[in-house]
């Protein structure tokens, strides 16, 4: 199709063409590449969840991953970039049952089996939206590997993995304090909570003592004080020396508590005495445990209050105890006073309700002997990270590891490969496979062998340790080797304002949205333009419209181009400097060449674009461009200077080709030699 250069440039037509046209090569396959490639370069990409769609972290992240795919992939190398979806446990489950409440069923009424089957049913009709929202971003992702998390073949590598660790003696089942989603009905990882600041109260209730007076104890949950078991001081603090070992009055329940000290306690809290609940507290829960001390369940799975917690609030809901014990503590004269106070709350991540802490049978993964293997992985320099501040919140979390809960009470998942168990496991213990299950592994295939380790992994700052550190250790507990190289941590796009971006508050940019209105492209431009390393990017739309504005001028600059080299015979004959003007571009040229190589290489997406930015703005349009107008007297000089154009261009497009694919794409078979020659396997500029 000719190319129009008579009209400005339209990202709608040319987009969706373009695209079609490099799925109809075959190019994103590695093993249909042309030439001689006798080196590889493999990236996992970051599976999105089935229950998802593009949104604008999502945009920066794959933007980046394709820029440095198509890089390598003109540089020579023999390049996969693996896609794939990730079930999203937790996620979809809920999904799927909000569906069934518009129809007035529940998922126990259809019953496990038919329940797993109205999920697949979802799955296949909604679950690869992302993917093919992530083509009109220009991604050149090989579909063709496409995998998915619950795939037969991953489930049986996720099965070898758990048999591994068992064999290993790191599994084990057993009771312990959890945060438990009384809406999902499932145990959460500390890392699968979110925690919001939220205004409450810090209600001071005075304890009886046994020998008279009392002691004051500080909390924000009074509900959790009918699963009280003793109450605990600083043995530093001065002020219950003389009351450590004596008894205490628990309010309303009236029984014996003793009083203990703990060094855990910190003195500076509230009145430096605290209750101790064992059974929903996880700080309390070990200080229960060495003090031996009863720890009766007062909150039951489904968020209310069970028989233990007494006549006055079983079956209440904790909001409902909570004021229930309030009411009566005040009526019996035990608040002392109360304070408000900010906190921290932890929501689940899923449903957004509060979590609760209880006693739970579970399965645990030993996290001792990983945690290791990710530390040293990280300090031996195995694995870099980019920016490398971001190591130090990946060691803080592994230097104060707890074992990891890997079960799940929900019906959508792996369920747990032993006899009679019903739990499914967290969704990141399979997600921990990725970079080698997705190329077959237990099984020894060529992919497997060809593609592992993977170079380069990009995601978000959020999920270093709930999804890379976890692939590390995998890697090297299962492949004895790294699963990367090279982590790189995008920014953290927010708001113009500064806020989190949130469609649920209404907060969110959607990206498809501005594909619409211009184009994949200058969405690319947008979002590399302000990334400029790790730190949180606020978004500005006037970076879309600078970047619509730099298409039109690759637009008009190629059109000028064209008509100046005419009936150019020999374009891809090496130009001379014939002028002060020619020796200034080509020198910029070969200067810009190196720069963003160089960049790119040290994944410097950001400042790449903007030194691509300039030099194709100022340097060749603004002032070569102009000079080229008047190198026209002399037949030898102007047939020079269209031919120092002509190159100047060609490898601009090369250059620019990994941020704005389509333009450069479009552009590229307009000129005679590159008829039939796509521009995404082209040579990178040396």
């Not at 229950?51 to 023999?78: C, Q, W």
């Not at 309010?251 to 500076?268: A, C, F, L, M, T």
């Not at 002509?646 to 990994?658: G, T």
Request: proline share 5%.
């Amino acid at each position: 199709m000719a190319v129009d250069f008579s009209k400005p440039y339209d990202p709608k037509g040319v987009e969706d063409r373009i695209y079609k046209r490099w799925e109809a090569s075959g190019y994103f396959n590695p093993d249909k590449l042309p030439g001689k490639r006798p080196k590889t370069f493999s990236m996992s990409m970051a599976p999105p969840n089935v229950t998802g769609s593009l949104h604008m972290g999502h945009a920066l992240e794959y933007t980046i991953s394709d820029a440095l795919i198509r890089f390598k992939r003109m540089s020579g190398y023999k390049t996969l970039w693996l896609p794939g979806t990730d079930h999203a446990g937790i996620a979809t489950q809920n999904v799927v049952e909000k569906e069934l409440r518009k129809e007035g069923l529940s998922r126990h009424e259809l019953g496990r089996e038919k329940f797993l089957e109205k999920v697949w049913e979802w799955k296949e009709k909604y679950g690869g939206i992302i993917l093919s929202q992530l083509k009109k971003l220009g991604s050149s992702a090989d579909w063709s590997r496409t995998r998915f998390t619950m795939d037969e073949d991953y489930q049986k590598a996720v099965a070898e993995a758990f048999l591994h660790y068992q064999k290993r003696g790191w599994i084990y089942r057993g009771e312990r304090v959890i945060s438990w989603c009384p809406r999902c009905r499932t145990s959460l990882s500390d890392l699968e909570l979110e925690h919001t600041e939220e205004k409450g109260n810090l209600w001071f209730i005075k304890y009886p003592l046994k020998n008279g007076g009392y002691v004051s104890v500080a909390t924000t949950r009074p509900e959790t004080m009918l699963g009280d078991s003793a109450v605990a001081v600083n043995p530093k603090d001065a002020r219950y020396k003389n009351i450590v070992g004596q008894t205490a009055t628990l309010p309303i329940k009236n029984r014996g508590i003793p009083i203990i000290s703990d060094r855990r306690i910190e003195q500076e809290f509230g009145t430096g005495a605290v209750k101790i609940t064992p059974a929903h507290d996880f700080l309390d829960a070990e200080i229960g445990k060495d003090h031996k001390l009863p720890a009766p369940k007062i909150i039951g799975e489904d968020g209310k209050m069970t028989k233990e917690a007494g006549k006055i609030c079983e079956g209440l809901n904790t909001e409902e105890c909570r004021k229930k014990v309030v009411e009566e503590l005040e009526r019996l004269g035990f608040v002392e006073k109360t304070e408000e106070l900010t906190h921290n709350v932890a929501h689940c991540y899923r449903c957004n309700r509060i979590i609760e802490p209880i006693p739970s049978m579970q399965w645990f993964l030993k996290m001792d002997e990983l945690a290791k293997l990710a530390i040293k992985a990280v300090k031996s320099g195995k694995v870099r990270f980019y920016p490398k501040r971001f190591e130090k919140t990946y060691f803080d979390w592994l230097k104060n590891i707890k074992d990891w809960t890997v079960s799940r009470q929900i019906w959508w998942g792996h369920k747990i490969p032993i006899e009679g168990e019903t739990d499914v496991l967290d969704t990141w213990f399979s997600s921990a496979l990725w970079p080698f299950a997705t190329l077959g592994w237990p099984q020894k295939t060529k992919d497997l062998k060809k593609f592992y380790p993977t170079e380069v992994l990009t995601n978000d700052r959020g999920i270093v340790n709930l999804w890379d550190a976890r692939m590390i250790f995998s890697g090297l507990e299962l492949m004895k080797k790294t699963p990367f190289r090279d982590l790189i941590v995008h920014a953290t796009i927010l708001t113009k304002e500064g806020k989190r971006m949130s469609k649920s508050l209404g907060t969110g940019i959607d990206p498809l949205g501005l594909i619409d209105q211009y184009g994949a492209d200058a969405v690319r431009f947008a979002l590399i333009w302000q990334a400029m390393g790790g730190q949180d990017l606020r978004w500005s739309e006037e970076a879309l419209v600078a970047g619509k504005k730099f298409l039109n001028k690759i637009w008009n600059a190629s059109r000028f181009v064209l008509e100046r080299r005419g009936g150019l015979k020999t374009p891809s004959n090496k130009p001379r400097a014939q002028t002060k003007a020619d020796k200034k571009i080509l020198a910029e040229l070969a200067k810009i060449k190196k720069d963003v190589s160089r960049k790119i290489d040290k994944y410097e997406f950001g400042q790449a674009l903007r030194a691509l930015h300039d030099f194709f703005w100022h340097d060749f349009c603004d002032v070569y461009l102009e000079a080229s107008k008047k190198q026209t007297d002399d037949e030898n000089v102007k047939n020079n200077t269209a031919k120092i154009l002509n190159c100047v261009l060609a490898d601009s497009l090369k250059l620019l080709h990994p941020f704005l694919p389509h333009i450069t794409e479009e552009i590229w078979p307009v000129f005679p030699e590159n008829k039939g020659n796509l521009l995404i396997v082209a040579q990178w500029p040396k």
